[in-house]
Nanobody, 113 residues
């Protein structure tokens, strides 16, 4: 059974950064890209980018370039997203996903002063 288990909800102040992890199981970690998407009621579903766990190569959506970093650790089968310089517009539920298809359960990020 394919499973993607994300880290817990986060509360941050504006200007801070957040790191969300996605621990995977049930498939060969390096065989599938991991995508990161986020959803909020105002913006809908936004694709943030993806990482190839085999070689660590990344592709970032233009909107997030310079502010987001994806990592993938094959030894722990865990992918992570690090987003800095948070603003209220970054408040959303963040998901990792693989094209099996399978999604993580979502991580709520709240940005508030």
């Amino acid at each position: 059974e394919v499973q993607l288990v994300q880290s817990g909800d986060e509360l941050r102040t504006p200007g801070a950064s957040v790191k969300i992890s996605c621990e995977t199981s049930g498939y060969t970690f390096t065989d599938y890209y991991i995508d990161w998407v986020r959803h909020d009621p105002g913006q809908g579903l936004e694709w943030m980018g993806q990482i190839d766990p085999e070689d660590g190569s990344t592709k970032y959506a233009q909107k997030f370039q310079g502010r987001v970093t994806f990592t993938a650790d094959a030894s722990t089968r865990t992918a992570s997203v690090h987003l800095n310089s948070l603003s209220a517009q970054d408040a959303a539920v963040y998901y990792c996903a693989v094209n099996l298809p399978s999604w993580g359960q979502g991580t709520q990020v709240t940005v508030s002063s």
